[in-house]
């Protein structure tokens, strides 16, 4: 009798360490790589779409990081998840984050063979329990904010968050700029950025988020940032921290 497959996906923004990755699962014939993604924003949409057993995670990334990720998938429904980083001080985190395991590039193939036989074992201690599919989970919930509430004098005003053009942080709290109007929100960038469809939404600063319709040029700058320009002729910067994802996003070779 065979050994079911288990279904995992990739998630790392630089080809080689995806390359490695895939290398250390060929001694795993019982691994199926159902996907591979660049950044976190793919890796979101890919692990709702396929329903993967294991995610195995790069954690700095453009954007939004591993954990980041992880926070917006719901905690009923997450794969088994496996760190993967240059960098030892986040294991902690990690493991605080429900992580199976935590590896260390560049990847040793003995310690990646001991990794998946851990998640061998914990897959099938699941299996021994009769509980729903993963995706229903998944299908059940709501991830992403459709409306804010703001607080304009003595009463509310809802915005719709498909006319919002961009947000903006300011101190603790941000501005959402729709129409030419600010409207101040009481909440931290870092909040509204996780309840936001990040198929719709692009972080392009440390201390801003655009709407993707909105964008009708981009125009490069020295020591690689670039400025984005609005339908309505507002003009942004885009970091080059960000700068990757948003060329992806925006479909730039």
Not at 63 to 73: C, D, H, S, T
Not at 107 to 126: E, K, S, T, V, Y
Not at 197 to 211: E, G, K, Q, Y
Not at 219 to 240: C, N, W
């Amino acid at each position: 009798m065979s050994t079911p497959a288990i279904r995992a996906v990739l998630v790392d923004d630089e080809v080689l360490a995806r390359l490695s990755l895939r290398q250390a699962l060929a001694a795993h014939p019982q691994v199926d790589i159902a996907g591979e993604c660049g950044n976190a924003a793919d890796a979101l949409q890919a692990i709702r779409l396929l329903h993967p057993d294991l995610v195995i995670l790069d954690i700095q990334m453009p954007g939004m990081n591993g954990f980041e990720l992880l926070r917006r998938l719901p905690a009923d429904a997450l794969p088994l998840v496996v760190f993967a980083s240059a960098f030892d001080q986040h294991a902690l985190q990690a493991f605080d984050a429900g992580a199976v395991d935590y590896l260390l590039k560049p990847i040793d193939q003995a310690r990646f063979d001991l990794c998946m036989q851990r998640i061998g074992q914990r897959l099938h201690r699941l299996s021994q329990h009769a509980t729903p599919p993963r995706h229903t989970a998944f299908a059940a919930a709501e991830p992403f904010v459709q409306r804010f509430s703001i607080r304009v004098g003595e009463h509310l005003r809802v915005v719709r968050v498909e006319d919002i053009d961009w947000i903006a942080a300011d101190g603790n709290y941000v501005r959402l700029h729709l129409a030419g109007t600010a409207l101040l929100h009481r909440d931290t960038l870092k909040n509204v950025e996780a309840t936001l469809d990040p198929a719709r939404f692009l972080r392009i600063h440390r201390s801003t988020m655009v709407n993707i319709d909105r964008i009708k040029e981009w125009h490069p700058l020295f020591h690689g940032d670039a400025e984005i320009v609005l339908h309505d002729g507002t003009r942004l910067t885009l970091s080059r921290r960000f700068r990757d994802g948003a060329r992806h996003r925006l479909g730039l070779r």
